[in-house]
Nanobody, 127 residues
Framework: QVQLMEFGGGSVQPGGSLRLSCAVS????????MAWFRRTPGQEREGVAA????????FYADSVKGRFTISQDVVVGTLYLDMGVLKREDTAVYYC????????????????????WGQGTQVTVSS
């Protein structure tokens, strides 16, 4: 059973930066979509960024475009999310997820196509 685990959450001031990491327990192949989602209390889960592991093509939500960067290290099996110019509205629990392309490629920022999820890590942006 593939397991995902997020690292790197914490508190940061507005305008600051933070890097999240997601370690994958087992090799899941090179043909997968990996993504970051976030959720705040009372709101629906939001797809933040996704990457197609086979070619590195990336997708971003409009709310984070230009500020966040998703990347991967396929050798060590780790997904990253570099977050910059953080805003208070970025405060949320962030989750990483993995899913096969036949379920995720049409809407990679929709969560229903992802089979594997991490437990989440809290990111708080406040002064």
């Amino acid at each position: 059973q593939v397991q995902l685990m997020e690292f790197g959450g914490g508190s940061v001031q507005p305008g600051g930066s933070l890097r999240l990491s997601c370690a994958v327990s087992d090799y899941i192949g090179s043909d997968f979509y990996m993504a970051w989602f976030r959720r705040t209390p009372g709101q629906e889960r939001e797809g933040v960024a996704a990457i197609y592991s086979a070619d590195g093509y990336t997708f971003y939500a409009d709310s984070v475009k230009g500020r966040f960067t998703i990347s991967q290290d396929v050798v060590v099996g780790t997904l990253y999310l570099d977050m910059g110019v953080l805003k208070r509205e970025d405060t949320a629990v962030y989750y990483c997820a993995a899913g096969p392309p036949w379920k995720t490629r049409l809407r990679p920022l929709r969560g229903h196509g992802y089979d594997y999820w991490g437990q989440g890590t809290q990111v708080t942006v406040s002064s």
